[in-house]
């Protein structure tokens, strides 16, 4: 993993687990930039197939957060690699001043379900914050 990639923090390494946290700015192209950084973060831990599947519902959380959020919000994405699981996390901003946001989450659709249809689990919390996770 390069560490030059402004937020990227490796949080652990030890043995065979790894973990890493990263924010993103939700302004711009975001789900393309995550889906970019986690292939780089994890290309030398899982075989392509497992790393297209994790970089596809990434990128589909990370898109449904993107249309969700106010202006200037960003979201954290936390990896966590060990025994040959990959378990990834997305922890939107606040969304407590948005009814509509939250009750989008309840209803899950398009992104939410093919994530729920391709990972080995994955849930949320409704917090706040919120937080999608899947394992893959």
């Not at 790894?18 to 302004?27: I, N, Y």
């Not at 936390?78 to 939107?92: K, N, P, Q």
């Not at 509509?100 to 899950?108: F, K, Y």
Request: contains cysteine.
């Amino acid at each position: 993993m390069s560490g030059d990639e402004p937020g990227q923090q490796m949080l652990a390494a030890t043995g065979e687990k790894c973990e890493w946290r990263r924010d993103f700015s939700l302004a711009g192209d975001t789900p393309s930039t995550t889906r970019r950084w986690l292939r780089s973060s994890l290309s030398e831990y899982l075989i392509r197939e497992r790393l297209d599947t994790a970089v596809l519902l990434v990128e589909e959380i990370v898109g449904s957060s993107s249309r969700r959020a106010l202006a200037n919000q960003s979201i954290t994405v936390l990896l966590a690699f060990e025994a040959d699981l990959l378990r990834v996390e997305v922890i939107e901003p606040e969304q407590a001043e948005r009814p509509a946001a939250v009750a989008e989450i309840r209803r899950p659709t398009g992104g939410l379900m093919i994530v729920a249809r391709n990972a080995r689990d994955s849930g949320m919390t409704l917090g706040p914050p919120v937080r999608v996770w899947f394992e893959v």
